[in-house]
């Protein structure tokens, strides 16, 4: 009897948690054994990260654990730091404790990407991309903290710069994020007396000539009126110059302080793409085949934003890093896994996209289905729809729904719980008190 094939996945997002499901589904135990390894034991549901920042979603319904719905999986945790392609191992350093090396048969190698950042002075300090849950929830409690700090300083300039917002990048990301984001503040605005939605100023920076291309030109160019409609200062062919201290310089000559940059300016292969030994193009991204085996790697398959699979419904073109690409291309990958393992023909990964669905705030939306145009609200219902569908596990979509229909009833809560990413502050701040006053009180019973 043949041993079972070793199955690695590495990242367990969006391609790597959809394959897994597929192939514990297809595959019997004494085919296949299937570890996954990620970083988080969660999958982030990312289109509903906007939400999230905005308090319409609770945090933990936009993220899928990894343990319950890969029950015929193993799972791993940690950050895979390199991969032996030749000798068919991965180094993985646990969060803690001694790193060690994983061997496999058949690798799936998602890593997905990270923010795609440029040398602007003071950025790495002062900035914050929006791709992790962690990022959602620092940027809501962030905003209300700014907001609670404009109604209680007597200082006009701090209030000012707390006041301020800067988006830079007006991709899928950041549209949705700042669009979320300033109709919360807007809506938080009621419980801080001395600030009007006025008194804020909101900047969405993009270095092109338009805004949300996903949506194609016009609707684009409708989202762009909205944004300035609702007094968003939206400035295209614009180019952040520096960030330092907090202090923003745009390539049009406008300054001005902000206590809030956000960077939405795309993506790129996640760093551990370099480190793999697997062939890249021009983009660090892994050279995939149509197949979405990596060249001249049989036993090594990829996809989704790490990976340059060609667009073969666009000769000569890629796909594009977006959750559309990465669910199908999942489905034709762990497809091409199983026929691996049964000796038969592979696919290729054919896919026309269909188009974008973004949210722009409550009831404000924007979208282009097959060559469909649709705006305002028929497009946030579809846009809610779509995603409510799309998130895996029905358990996450009850509870998605569920909290929609509490915002349907309830007001939005507006508190900053701005402790969550200091948690240990209070504990040292009363040990340090108490050193403190145990050596004042040694000095005052010391003889002499
Ligand atoms: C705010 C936001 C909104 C979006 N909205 C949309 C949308 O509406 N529609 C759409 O089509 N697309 C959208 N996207 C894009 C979409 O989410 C991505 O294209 C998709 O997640 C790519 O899937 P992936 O599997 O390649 O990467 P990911 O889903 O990012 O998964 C990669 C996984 O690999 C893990 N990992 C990375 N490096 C390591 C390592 N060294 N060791 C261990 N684990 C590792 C990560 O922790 C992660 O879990 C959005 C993205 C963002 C950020």
Not at 401 to 421: C, K, M, N, T, Y
């Amino acid at each position: 009897m043949t041993e079972p094939v070793r199955i690695l996945v590495v990242g367990g997002g969006y391609v790597g948690m959809y394959a897994a499901l597929y192939l514990q589904r297809e595959l019997r135990r004494d085919e296949a054994h299937i570890t996954v390894v990620d970083a988080d034991s969660y999958m982030t549901y990312q289109p509903f990260l906007p939400e999230a920042a905005a308090g319409n979603v609770e945090p933990r319904h936009v993220v899928v654990p990894l343990r319950r719905v890969l029950g015929k999986c193993r799972i791993l945790n940690g950050w895979v730091v390199s991969v032996d392609p030749v000798h068919r191992t991965v180094d993985l350093c646990p969060h803690g404790g001694p790193g060690r090396t994983l061997e496999y048969d058949l690798l799936i190698f998602a890593p997905g990407s990270v923010s795609r950042t440029l040398p602007v002075p003071g950025l790495a300090e002062t900035g914050i991309g929006f791709k992790t849950l962690e990022e959602a929830i620092h940027l809501r409690n962030h905003v209300l903290g700014r907001l609670d700090l404009a109604d209680s300083t007597t200082d006009a300039a701090v209030r000012a710069r707390a006041l301020t917002f800067v988006f830079v990048g007006a991709g899928f990301a950041g549209v949705e994020a700042l669009a979320e984001l300033e109709d919360m503040a807007h809506d938080a605005c009621a419980y801080h007396p001395t600030v009007e939605p006025g008194d804020m100023r909101w900047f969405l920076v993009e270095a092109t000539d338009r805004i949300l291309p996903e949506v194609g030109p016009e609707m684009g160019r409708w989202t762009l009126e909205q944004l300035r409609g609702r007094g968003i200062d939206v400035r295209t062919r614009t180019r952040l110059r520096s960030a330092v201290g907090g202090h923003i310089e745009l390539d049009d000559g406008t300054a001005f302080d902000a206590d809030t940059l956000v960077w939405t300016a795309g993506v790129r292969p996640h760093p551990l793409v370099r480190a793999s030994g697997l062939p890249l193009d021009g983009k660090d991204r892994v050279r995939a085949t149509p197949r979405l085996t990596v060249e001249g790697f049989d036993d090594v398959f990829t996809a989704g934003d790490c990976a340059a699979v060609p667009d073969l419904t666009k000769p000569g073109e890629l796909c594009a890093p977006n959750a559309q690409h990465a669910v199908r291309q999942a489905r034709t990958l762990a497809g091409n896994v199983v026929a691996t393992i049964r000796g038969r023909g592979l696919r290729p990964y054919r896919h026309a996209y269909a188009g974008s669905v973004a949210g722009l705030g409550l009831h404000q939306g924007v979208a282009q289905i097959y060559g469909h145009k649709v705006r305002g609200l028929p497009a946030w219902f579809l846009h809610r729809t779509y995603h409510l569908s799309r998130i895996p596990t029905l358990n996450k979509k009850v509870r998605v729904a569920v909290d929609w229909a509490l915002a349907l009833l309830f007001r939005r809560d507006i508190v900053s719980l701005g402790q969550f990413s200091r948690p240990r502050e209070e504990f040292e701040r009363a040990a340090r008190v108490e050193r403190a006053e145990r050596r004042e009180r040694a000095e005052q019973t010391a003889p002499g």
